[in-house]
């Protein structure tokens, strides 16, 4: 047996170095043979240039965390002779050896077969300290990469969990993992999973290319913020979303020294939050969306300061009580339909925000929704600049002009208030209020010509405007109640 030594001080023990496979067959030889060590040996395992591992490591019900696992190459592979089944390394009520490896496991199976599992297994009140770049990567077929289970903890930076036909981060049953500028890209279905209770913090983590969602969380909490300016939280072109984040869960991922994390190329969704979840992504930005940007049930999100372009659908779709701090956004150009979507009892606040050139509506108020978008710009929407259907519209001092349609568009007990906005330019007319709606638009201009016009400001159907000192021409004798309602002028 060869074995380097280099002798420390008699309380730190000897600092030790062992090669796999010329001192030892396999890691788990090493560590049965030098378990436990005498005066806090520090003792490093070196897989050797060349090694395939054939066997996997399994420590339990102690601390093994004077072993340093490393490797002469930067990337370790598993030979042939691998048995299905075979994690590569799995800890249970340990503190397990620290692991400084990449390992390629080339489409092998590295799940324990008939339970959940990873190619890396940190189980049942473990820790794992994982050095820079460590991680695994191209598990078999419904395999996961790393596992964090009951009361567990990791620590990394840099590491890489990708490619995994299954999952590749999971973080379960109150666990947590501290894994900053962490890859976890090219998920078969998610890229992490934080769920039961469990923490992940992943500032600067790269989630994209997963089938489904980049992020998933249910009744946890995920942390991924900018690290600095040198690595950007990416929830890039995944098939269902970038991030879901649902049933209680807590989601946190805002601009950060001028980074801005990024929600580009998604297949249907940006962000979806549901489940009474909060989600803060203040400053994303979000980019090429299918469908919705941000989708909310039932949930609180910030997203101020977003910037968004190539939104298929809405900017922001809110529904079910759904609570949406949105103000000072940038969504020009951005909507294939609406730029603010609410309905059922949604809030969706959006001051002093770009909306300009939405695909329909730019802002639709629905049953009992609520959106304020006053001193906001809201010009040449192919549609209403806004639309309340039984929702409700505060737009004081807004500019909203040359609608396809019409400036603001009330029905079915829908309330506007425009006072002091520019609806000028729009094509049919400036407002129109029916079915018992209410508009008021005090200091506003109406005009949607050259000169005022009946339909510059409309009642139909028992609706009420309040349009005094406004600028445009009306439909009805002003202040006289009829049929159609009535105009105070």
Known sequence: MSLTKVTSSMMKGSVLTYRIPTDFASLQAAVDALSPTVNNDQITLN?????????????????????????TDATVYLAAGWVAGTPVLTGTNARMPNWNVFIDCEGKNVNTIGSDSGAINVLENSTLLFGNGAGCTNGAAGNNGLFVYKNSKVTGDKCIF?????????????SDAYLQRLVATGAGLNGAFASRGSCLYATGG?????????????????????????????????GLAGAYIGTNSIFTSTLRSGVRPQFYNNTTHGIIVEGASLADIGGADFQSIIFDAIR?????????????????????????AATVSANTITATNAAGRRVIYAARGAVVAADSSNLTGAGEDAVLAESGATVTVSSATINSAVGNAMHAIGGNIIALSVTATNATLRGAFAERGGFI???????????????????????VAVNANLQSGGAPAVNDCQIVSGSIVAFTSGTGGVNTTINTLTGAGIIFQ
């Open 47 to 71: 897989i050797e240039t060349g090694h395939k591992l054939t066997s996997g490591l399994v420590v339990e019900n102690g601390d093994f965390t004077q072993f340093t696992v490393t490797s």
């Open 206 to 238: 790269d989630f994209s290319g997963a089938t489904e969602y980049g992020v998933l969380a249910y009744r946890s909490r995920v942390v991924a913020i900018p690290f600095g300016v040198s690595a950007v939280p990416k929830f890039n072109n995944c």
């Open 296 to 320: 909310v049930t039932a949930s609180q999100v910030k997203a101020d300061t977003c910037i968004f372009s190539a939104i298929g659908r809405d900017v922001i779709f809110a529904v079910d």
């Open 417 to 439: 208030n425009v006072e002091s906005g520019d609806l000028s330019g729009a094509t049919i007319g400036g407002a129109r209020a029916t079915d018992g709606s209410k508009i």
């Open 162 to 174: 990708s490619n995994f036909p299954n999952i590749n981060v999971w973080v379960t049953h109150t």
